[in-house]
């Protein structure tokens, strides 16, 4: 399938655009409300010559260039098993509606879509089922499976579910698409690079939470300072360890620690965007001009590059 140019929908800092484009594909156009996303992406993308069509809800899709690939990483809060759930009635949850009106305007070569994998059991799967319906009726055979970036050459666990569209009489269908192969999981090491050694408050703060009523007793700073390699994660009550591997980055948390050289470091930002697959020439064109709590938040919201270059990839071979 010849696939040249995409439209970046809902496109945060721009991870599924740098997939596309390590793929070979050109940006024609992106969209996001984001005021600081969207520097952020001016930051670490060339856009002179494009235009921010701003709220996708507010689209007329006439005013829109052509393009080959539109996607789409649309809004997952509604659907989120640590959210309300309240999907469509969500207004969030109400932003597929408005990517489908676009699809069947625009009639692009192929789509991919990418939400959390809550989606897939939401309101016991009427969900799915209705986006389903939405864009197979939009004219496309249309296919979905919950990949794990840890799968795809990241050391981050962040299962996505994923949406391949093809337009029927293009050539080919979803029968043909190959999602790609598992490859081995990278080593942690060139990724925490920052050794942000925590201290003050934020050690006070770790204390505290090692002393609330789920953890009391099960482990002490200096347990954790034996650690060494370990990834600690405050996310919930209760705190988990992990080896080589890092928890899914939220765009609503920070708290993940490692220890290194038998210090307590925090994840910083720069090395968030490191596991969301950005590659360190773009990461250092942003660590000092977005705060390092603005560039945690936006990296837990991107789409992980690694995963959006291979389907990409797959797509090219139809």
Known sequence: ???????????????????????????????????????????????????????????????????????????????????????????????????????????????????????????????IETIMTLLKDSGYSVTYRVLNSLDYGVPQMRYRVYFIGIKNGSGATVNDFVFPTPVQRPSLDSYLVDNNEIWGEELRYLNRYLENKVNCGRYTIENLLDMEGKIIDTRMSDLRIYDGKVPTLRSQRDGIYYVRNHKLCALTGYEALLLQGFPKEYADKVKNLVSNRHLLMQAG??????????????????
Not at 311 to 316: D, F, N, T, V, W
């Open 1 to 127: 399938m010849e696939l040249r140019t995409f439209f970046d929908f809902c496109s945060g800092i721009g991870g599924g655009r740098l997939g596309l484009e390590m793929a070979g594909l050109k940006s024609v156009g992106y969209s996001d409300t984001s005021r600081l996303s969207v520097m952020t992406y001016n930051y670490l993308f060339d856009t002179k010559d494009e235009i921010n069509y701003g709220n996708l809800k507010r689209i007329n899709p006439i005013n829109l260039p052509y393009f080959d690939v539109l996607i789409a990483g649309f809004p997952c809060q509604s659907f989120s098993v640590i959210g309300r759930q309240e999907g469509f009635e969500d207004i969030r949850g109400q932003i597929i509606f408005y990517i489908v009106n676009i699809i069947r305007f625009a009639n692009p070569k192929c789509f991919i879509l990418e939400n959390v994998k809550g989606l897939v059991t939401h309101d016991n799967g009427r969900t």
């Open 301 to 318: 919201n991107a789409m992980t590059v690694n995963v959006i270059y291979k389907l990409a990839k797959s797509l090219l071979t139809l």
